[in-house]
C-alpha cells in the first residue's frame, strides 16, 4: 500500500470513528433528555488530506431524525457552503448557520453542541443568567461560560451564525438567553462530558434557589484552585466517562454504529 493509500485509509477510519462518536452522543443525550422534538443539533469537525481542521467541513446530525434514531452512516457531512458532500440526508437551516460560522471563527471548536437542555435553558430565562461559582460541578465552568444576552430570533443567517460565534469570546460555553446553551471543545469527549456537568450544575442551582434561601458564597481563592483542578482532571473524566457511555450503548444499542 502507497503512502498516499495509507493516508486515505487512516482518514476513512478517522471519518468513521467520528460518525460513530456523534451518534453515541445523539443517542446518550436523548436518553438524558436533552433533546427537545426533532431539533437541536451535534456537529464535528472532519479533518483535511494533511490532518489538519480548519472548520470547512463537518458531519452534523440529519435534518428531521430524533436523536434515539441516528446511526454512525445517518450523518451528513456539509461543507461551508451548506453543500452536502456525503449522505442522503439534508441539513436544517439553523443547524448550519450556527455550526458552520462556530466551527470556522472559533479554532478551538472542533465539536459544537447545541440544545435546550431543561435546566441550563431554564437559566437562560432569567435576568440574572450567571451560573454562580456555589457548588462543585459549577467551578468547573469558572471563567469558561460567556453569556449571550441579546436574543435575536431563529439564527437564519451568516450574520447571526458569526454573531453568536463572536459572542463566544474565546470562551468554550456559550449560554444563550431566552434560547439554551452552545458547548463547544477540541474533541466530542470532553464536550459531551461538559455538556453533562453544566446540565448537573444548572440544575442544582434551579432548585436551590427554587427554595426561596440564598445561595452559600465560596471564597475567591477556592474557586480559583477548583477550577484549576478539575480543567487538570477534565481530560481524564471525559475520557473515563464518554467511553463508558459508548461502551454501554454498544451493548444495548448496537445499532448505533451502522
Not at 441550563?120 to 471563567?143: I, P, R, Y
Not at 446553551?181 to 456537568?197: G, I, S
Not at 467511553?243 to 450503548?249: G, V
Request: proline content about 3%; overall charge negative.
Amino acid at each position: 500500500m502507497s503512502t498516499t493509500q495509507l493516508a486515505s485509509h487512516s482518514a476513512s477510519l478517522q471519518h468513521m470513528e467520528l460518525r460513530a462518536d456523534l451518534a453515541a452522543a445523539l443517542r446518550w443525550a436523548a436518553r438524558l433528555g436533552f433533546n427537545e422534538g426533532v431539533d437541536n443539533h451535534f456537529s464535528i469537525a472532519v479533518p483535511d488530506a494533511s490532518g489538519a481542521i480548519n472548520g470547512d467541513r463537518f458531519l452534523i446530525n440529519p435534518y428531521g431524525w430524533h436523536w434515539s434514531e441516528v446511526t454512525a452512516s445517518s450523518m451528513v457531512l456539509c461543507d461551508a457552503d451548506g453543500n452536502v458532500l456525503e449522505g442522503d440526508n439534508t441539513v436544517e437551516d439553523t443547524a448550519f448557520y450556527i455550526h458552520s460560522r462556530i466551527h470556522i471563527n472559533v479554532p478551538s471548536a472542533a465539536v459544537v453542541l447545541h440544545t435546550h437542555q431543561p435546566y441550563v435553558t431554564a437559566l437562560s430565562l432569567l435576568q440574572d443568567n450567571t451560573l454562580k461559582m456555589c457548588e462543585q460541578n459549577a467551578l468547573g465552568f469558572h471563567n469558561r461560560i460567556a453569556y449571550d444576552n441579546a436574543y435575536n430570533g431563529l439564527a437564519l443567517g451568516s450574520s447571526e451564525g458569526n454573531r453568536l460565534a463572536d459572542a463566544m469570546q474565546e470562551k468554550s460555553i456559550l449560554l444563550m438567553a431566552g434560547h439554551g446553551v452552545t458547548v463547544t471543545a477540541p474533541t466530542m469527549k470532553e464536550a459531551f462530558t461538559d455538556m453533562y456537568y453544566l446540565e448537573r450544575a444548572a440544575m442544582f442551582q434551579v432548585l436551590a434557589l427554587s427554595t426561596g434561601k440564598p445561595l452559600i458564597e465560596i471564597p475567591e481563592d477556592v474557586i480559583e484552585k477548583t477550577a484549576a483542578q478539575q480543567q487538570t482532571e477534565l481530560k481524564i473524566v471525559a475520557d473515563r466517562y464518554f467511553t463508558a457511555l459508548k461502551r454501554m450503548l454498544a451493548r444495548q444499542e448496537p445499532d448505533y454504529l451502522q
